[in-house]
């Protein structure tokens, strides 16, 4: 913990002297009022965008003459201008293109300037971020200062203002060399997953969990030229650790997907050393909670009293976006989402890649028994009961149709799971029913109960083995180990 608050407050101090850091404010209700699109209204938009040959300025100004002539000032610097007449539109494309500079209006007709430079400052921490007025009020400076700008420009903007800021971000080693890109990922011919968390509800290292590991929810996938992380629990310590050391001073850029935000799928992130290195880009992708948006939850498990790093003062590039859409691009990735039987909003993901599919449904619970239990209470009979959940059934294992991957919530036994209807959690047969019915190729028990020792997932392998035998299957089946691969796509 120590470690990572004196990370965090040098990387803050060394952007506060080179000018980077303005106060930084709460992000309000801006989740919940105004960013009610989403960057994946198509495959393009929801592509991490690649390192671009020049720098780029952002301007969001819904005065289209003053906008026009101070992009007319950008680009004679040989700066990329992106301009946006509104606060929607140019959150969209500040998270779309992690502009180095965003130039705001304070005052646009049915948005509030100073709530967007809010916005701004809590979704993208290294931009300059400046705001620009008709008024010259020292109150209306203070405000912009406070809502995490970096400067306020009073109209109209000047090529001294541009000269002189321009200056200070080559003095500060800000502005990126043309001929400089972020390394790409390389493009292999495979999909390899790796396990770094396959335990639920709560971390339980020990003597007794040693082959299959202690910590929660968290594995790395990288395919086609992409780091695509699912779910953040303890296990993305060590999986931050590991991307640190491959790297070294080489920026690191991935996609974390999370199925939902419970506490053990997202309470690694406060310990995910990338975060806290300002070279790095991480895109936080996930659906809204129940009753909160996706930014809120992640920034609370941060705030004091619970945390001594708030999300905001973390140095990297992290873009926290809430998924509006059930099928997007990450690269060369297509990714389909279906929500799962949980509480709360969860979703399950599935990754085409070009080596084969990955489906991730770490927190998912059969409909039929709850169903049929709860049929009185939802005034049901048991035939309607069982109609729904079969329907519900077929629509799960059409999305998993012929998957190559399936990691499955797996986390009670058939006895168990007499005791847990309700829950939101899968039985053994269960899991292996719907890999046989979706003619899945490999199944993995996955998200094992803390209980649940070493010994006894290694029953629960034979049990589920035997099952596939009896229905005549050629399901592979094993269970998830940490620091343990899958490779599709290897011959």
Known sequence: ??????????????????????????????????????????????????????????????????????????????????????????????????????????????????????????QLHPARIIMISDQSYSQDREAALQAGADEYWVKPVTSNHVVEELGRIRANGVRRDAAEKIPATPVSAVTRVRFWGVRGSIPVPGPTTVRYGGNTSCVEVRADGEIIVLDAGSGIRSLGLALEKEFGDDPIQLSLLLTHSHWDHIQGLPFFLPAYKQKNKIRVLGYEGAQAGL?????????????????????????????????????????????????????????????????????????????????????????????????????????????????????????????HIGWGHGSLSSAVDLALDAHARKLLLFHHDPSHDDDMIDRMVTEARGRVARRGGTLEVDAAREGRDVVLGQH
């Open 1 to 122: 913990m120590a470690d990572l608050r004196k990370a965090s407050t040098r990387e803050s101090r060394n952007l506060r002297q080179a000018g980077l850091a303005g106060p930084n404010s709460a992000f309000l209700k801006w989740q919940q009022c105004h960013l009610t699109k989403s960057l994946v209204l198509n495959p393009q938009a929801a592509t991490i965008p690649p390192s671009t040959q020049m720098p780029t300025v952002l301007l969001i100004d819904q005065d289209d003459n003053s906008r026009r002539a101070t992009a007319g000032l950008f680009t004679e610097e040989d700066w990329k201008v992106l301009e946006a007449s509104g606060g929607d539109d140019g959150m969209e494309l500040a998270l779309r293109d992690r502009p180095e500079i965003i130039l705001c209006d304070s005052l646009m007709p049915q948005e509030n300037g100073f709530r967007v430079c809010r916005a701004l400052r809590e």
């Open 295 to 419: 930014g809120q939850i992640l920034a609370n498990q941060m705030e004091t009293p619970f945390f001594p790093v708030n999300m905001r003062d973390l140095p990297s590039n992290i873009a926290i976006e809430e998924l509006k859409e059930m099928e997007f691009q990450i690269g060369r990735v297509r990714v389909c989402s279906k929500f799962l039987n949980h509480p709360g909003i969860c979703a399950g993901y599935r990754l085409y890649t070009s080596a084969g599919s990955v489906a991730f449904l770490p927190d998912n619970e059969p409909y039929e028994r709850l169903k049929l239990q709860d049929a009185s209470d939802d005034h049901a009979t048991e035939e309607e009961a069982r109609s729904f959940a079969a329907a519900e059934h077929a629509k799960l294992v059409e999305f998993l149709s012929g998957v190559d991957l399936l990691l499955n919530d797996t986390q009670y036994t058939d006895q168990e799971y007499e005791g």
